[in-house]
């Protein structure tokens, strides 16, 4: 077995999650309804062999990240963290301490749901990777931007282990 992430299986996830989570949240104002949305939207992503954690609902038996979902005889294939509170007052000291916990996850593809600004994520993404040792080339970072709507980039390592800042560039696509 083969690690997947690649920018076609990042994009595809993408496409997957940002047509879906919107429609299963139904425009709600509540964050748990839109952490439900997104652990519903991955329910419904996983292939065959693949199992979502937590196994019943969001929010229950989290460990470390939101959701993650794991191909049996290979480990995690999809890790994710989603924070939906920011437009609501809390900003980038809730949203370093998420990806800060999604960063030591390993997982093909490690996917950062938030709502926010660009410029709160450059403050927070390029210092937590440019210092983190154990990048792989095995793993892609996907984040989804919301502001009405999903603002998608994706990122993977070139090599193992340290990053300079400047090699850390998320590439938006649509």
């Not at 993977?156 to 340290?162: E, H, Q």
Request: proline residues 5%; charged residues 30%.
């Amino acid at each position: 077995m083969t690690s997947i992430a690649t920018k076609v299986d990042v994009v595809e996830l993408a496409h997957h999650l940002s047509s879906r989570i919107p429609k299963l949240a139904h425009e709600a104002r509540s964050t748990g309804h839109w952490t439900e949305a997104v652990y519903k939207a991955f329910v419904e992503y996983k292939k065959d062999g693949w199992k979502v954690y937590p196994e019943t609902k969001a929010k229950k038996g989290e460990y470390l990240c939101d959701f993650m979902l794991f191909q049996d005889g290979y480990g995690p294939r999809v890790a994710c963290e989603s924070q939906w509170w920011h437009s609501w007052g809390e900003h980038e000291k809730k949203l370093e301490w998420s990806f800060d916990k999604l960063v030591g996850v390993k997982a093909d593809i490690k996917v950062f749901i938030y709502e926010g600004d660009q410029e709160q994520w450059e403050t927070i993404c390029k210092p937590y990777l440019a210092d983190y040792a154990l990048l792989s080339p095995q793993e892609a970072f996907l984040t989804m931007r919301f502001d009405k709507g999903f603002h998608c980039s994706w990122w993977k390592p070139s090599r193992p282990g340290v990053h300079e800042a400047n090699e850390i560039v998320f590439e938006p696509f649509d």
